[in-house]
Each structure stands twice: as C-alpha cells, then as structure tokens.
T-cell receptor, first 119, second 113 residues
Framework: AQKVTQAQTEISVVEKEDVTLDCVYETRDTTYYLFWYKQPPSGELVFLIRRNSFDEQNEISGRYSWNFQKSTSSFNFTITASQVVDSAVYFCALSEAQAGGTSYGKLTFGQGTILTVHP | GAVVSQHPSRVICKSGTSVKIECRSLDFQATTMFWYRQFPKKSLMLMATSNEGSKATYEQGVEKDKFLINHASLTLSTLTVTSAHPEDSSFYIC?????????FGPGTRLTVL
C-alpha cells in the first residue's frame, strides 16, 4: 500500500525566511510519480510539480526548489525568501504509473502542512 | 491549460435530502475521473474512481449506495450524496485525467444542516 507522510503539521515563519516542507513516501512500485500541490484558503488545488521515480534531479522554479532522494524516499520542498502569499496548505502526493504509461491513476495524499508566513 | 469545473461551488441542504455535484472537463475528454473528500484541516481522501460507461470503483469504506457516481459522458461525472447527514458535510473535489495529465476541479463545499 502507498503512504505519504508529511510530519510537519504546521509551520510558521517570518517573511523572507527560507522554509522546507518535508515529505516521505512508501510504495512497493518501482515506477511512480510524486507531486506537490498548494491549497490556498479558496480550496482549489494548485499544481506545483510532478516528478517521476526515475528522475532524481533536483528542480528549481523561481523561489521554489525540490529535493528528491530515492535512497531516503523523500521529496522535500523548499521555498526561498518566503512571502505572505505563500501562506497555504501544501500537500505532497504519490501515484503509481498505470499500465501503458498514459495515466497517473489515483493519488495518495499526505496529511498536508499548513504554512503561515507572517509579514 | 485544461480546465475542470464543479457545480455547485457551495451547497447547503437539510438532513435527509440528496445533493448532486457535477464535475465537467471543459476542453478535453476524460474517460477517468476521481472523486476526493476533504474534511476541515484534513487531507484529501479518494472516494472513488469514475469510469465513463462503466460502474465506478469505490475505495474501501466508502458506501456506494450513499455516494452514487455516474459518468455518463466523456466530459461529465456526477456525485450524488443520498440522504445526506451532517457528517457528510465536507469539501468534495474531483479530478479529470487526460493523457499524462490530471486536473483538479475547484471543489464543492457541502454543508448538511
């Protein structure tokens, strides 16, 4: 069975601080996908990144960066120079690759981390 | 990018009534859609997988007679909460699949009085 653990329930930082959100996953599959989503107060999920299990390269997108380490089954997310607009709930998620490789299938979400950035 | 809509965005109903929530893929066809439920300050839990033209696949613990799912066309899946009770109050989110992409709807907040 798949499992995603986000051990940090809530994080509070002051604007311009860097913050790292942890994500640890469990799966028996060799091919899988990892995701990060942002959920602002409106409730709508905002897609941030998708990474497949064969691509361990770290990625940077503006102030966001992701560190994928298969050896520790972790996919951590760092926000550099945080801003008030970054305040939201962040979810890490995992899905198995489906037969034929044309589908991500159902997602297993972590518990979410509530990030509050204070001015 | 692809857009998935949900209707209504908010609904308040009396206990014992049924509520239908629609999930539409607006600019692509989706043979598979997923329904998730999110309780306040909790994670998203998959309820069921909706397949066009066939019966939905429900996750363990989800009552199929209570949460009726119909995927009658390639752009529409509906979730009907039958005989709703206050404990069914939740945020319901659908997602629709296109090849190599999955798109989430904005969610429907259901409050049962």
């Amino acid at each position: 069975a798949q499992k995603v653990t986000q051990a940090q329930t809530e994080i509070s930082v002051v604007e311009k601080e860097d913050v790292t959100l942890d994500c640890v996953y469990e799966t028996r599959d060799t091919t899988y996908y990892l995701f990060w989503y942002k959920q602002p107060p409106s409730g709508e999920l905002v897609f941030l990144i998708r990474r497949n299990s064969f691509d361990e390269q770290n990625e940077i997108s503006g102030r966001y960066s992701w560190n994928f380490q298969k050896s520790t089954s972790s996919f951590n997310f760092t926000i550099t120079a945080s801003q008030v607009v970054d305040s939201a709930v962040y979810f890490c998620a995992l899905s198995e690759a489906q037969a034929g490789g044309t589908s991500y299938g159902k997602l297993t979400f972590g518990q979410g981390t509530i990030l509050t950035v204070h001015p | 990018g692809a857009v998935v809509s949900q209707h209504p965005s908010r609904v308040i109903c009396k206990s014992g009534t049924s509520v239908k929530i629609e999930c539409r893929s607006l600019d692509f066809q989706a043979t598979t859609m997923f329904w998730y439920r999110q309780f306040p300050k909790k994670s998203l839990m998959l309820m069921a997988t909706s397949n066009e033209g066939s019966k939905a696949t429900y996750e363990q613990g989800v009552e199929k007679d209570k949460f009726l799912i119909n995927h009658a066309s390639l752009t529409l899946s509906t979730l009907t909460v039958t005989s709703a009770h206050p404990e069914d109050s939740s945020f319901y989110i659908c997602s629709a699949e296109r090849v190599n992409e999955q798109f989430f709807g904005p969610g429907t907040r259901l409050t049962v009085l």
